[in-house]
């Protein structure tokens, strides 16, 4: 399997403004590392088996898309089988469909939601870290499938596809009143400006996935 490409985020806080109420939350986030690129459709098929396709009307398949139509559950797997590989501690176990997380593990594991937004932002403030034509695929593309990773410019921290191209799972869940629903960022490439923001959140039932819907890794400290 290629290597996953990883880089290593400092750790610092993340300042979080709700508009409408008026409040400030300030995060700390510890350092940790996040994958350079999302998962692709290569890295998956190698690990957990299957294996790419052309898009309709496409001669050739493309390996170094995003995987999509990834359900929460099977990115856990993903994270386990990759930290079983490189002879790491799988951070997951499951019980049926419940998991729990070992944080005393050492292997892969998907981002917090508040280490995806800092990871993402890299300093910057506002809803995009950078023009958003040269940052992201997005609906101004006209794309109508992802793209290859890294086909766009990346943040300041040398992430690319953190915003646009695909949605990305993050661990946590994304609201008390929506069940088992998980946290779902960065929006993709049939999505305008509005959604795709560094601050923009969905969340998804952990057993689907969407054709706009990946994800990328994390190792390391995580925050509390």
Not at 127 to 143: I, K, M
Not at 171 to 177: E, N, P, R, V
Not at 198 to 221: E, I, Y
Request: hydrophobic letters at 35%; charged letters at 30%.
């Amino acid at each position: 399997m290629d290597d996953i490409a990883l880089a290593r985020i400092p750790a610092g806080v993340l300042r979080l403004t709700h508009e409408r109420r008026r409040e400030q939350r300030v995060l700390e986030v510890s350092s940790f590392e996040i994958g350079v690129y999302p998962v692709t459709q290569e890295q998956m098929a190698e690990l957990l088996g299957g294996a790419w396709s052309a898009e309709p009307g496409e001669e050739h398949p493309h390996p170094r898309r995003p995987v999509v139509d990834v359900s929460w559950q099977r990115a856990i797997r993903f994270c386990n089988a990759a930290s079983e590989w490189e002879g790491l501690d799988p951070m997951y176990t499951f019980d049926g469909e419940d998991v729990t997380w070992h944080v005393d593990a050492d292997g892969y594991r998907l981002p917090r939601e508040v280490e995806w937004e800092y990871a993402c932002r890299a300093g910057s403030v506002g809803p995009h870290y950078g023009p958003l034509r040269e940052v992201a695929w997005t609906a101004a593309d006209g794309a109508g499938s992802p793209r290859e990773v890294g086909g766009k410019l990346p943040n300041l921290n040398g992430l690319f596809d953190t915003l646009g191209n695909v949605w990305e799972w993050c661990w946590d869940l994304y609201d008390a009143d929506r069940g088992d629903h998980r946290v779902i960022r960065g929006g993709g490439f049939a999505d305008d400006a509005s959604a795709v923001r560094a601050d923009a959140r969905r969340g998804d039932r952990p057993r689907t996935g969407q054709a706009d819907l990946g994800f990328r890794v994390a190792r390391g400290a995580t925050t509390a």
